[in-house]
């Protein structure tokens, strides 16, 4: 059964490259982010787990942990992060699932026997506090994911659940928001006292806010 965006995102006890982890216990009361991968030492997700790392701070600072996970044993796992650190010049610092029994692929319907009937997709779930999905992709083997497009949709999910806006197309963090339809625009001037401009009457455009 497939995962909806508002799901709790399944728990389970893997073992990782830092030892067994149970996810939710691991995610504790920050977000996170669970991304897959098809096979160790496939060349795309080796560039992959490698930028990651490399934005591991960034992640950091949005209160986000990262964890990624392949059905390879453990031991490829090892051998995999000398090559991760060796061809991208950072090295692997968040932990990696592995999945040899497939038991969390299952979990999060990762085999999707019409792209490959062994290995994972390459699929990203960001997870909120509360455990739930928040965001999930699913990515075709020959492309890259893009990680500075995780931070900035974490950007906007972390705004939007502070303030009663949403984040228009191509918004980034400190550009303009849209004030939700659920607000009047008497509340709207208490919420926004900047002010606001109405392209429609379901189209108000405002500054970013800033949590106080």
Known sequence: MS??????APNFTQQSTVGPITFHDWIGDSWA???????????VCTTELGEAARLKPEFEKRNVKIIGLSVDPLEKHTSWAADI???QGTALNFPLIADADRSVATLYDLI????????????????DPAKKIRL???Y????????????????SLQLTDKFKVATPVNW??????????AVSDEEAKTRFPQ????LKPYLRITKQPVAS
């Open 195 to 198: 002010g606001w401009k109405t």
């Open 172 to 181: 980034k963090a400190g550009g303009d928001v849209i004030i939700t339809t």
């Open 112 to 127: 999707h026997p019409n792209a490959d009937t062994t290995a994972t997709v390459r699929s990203v779930f960001v997870i």
């Open 140 to 155: 075709p083997a020959s492309t890259g994911r893009n990680f500075v497009e995780l931070l900035r949709t974490i950007d």
């Open 136 to 138: 999930e992709l699913t």
């Open 33 to 43: 982010v669970l991304f897959s991968h098809p096979a160790d030492f496939t060349p």
């Open 3 to 8: 995962l909806r965006l508002g799901d709790i």
């Open 85 to 87: 650190a060796e061809t």
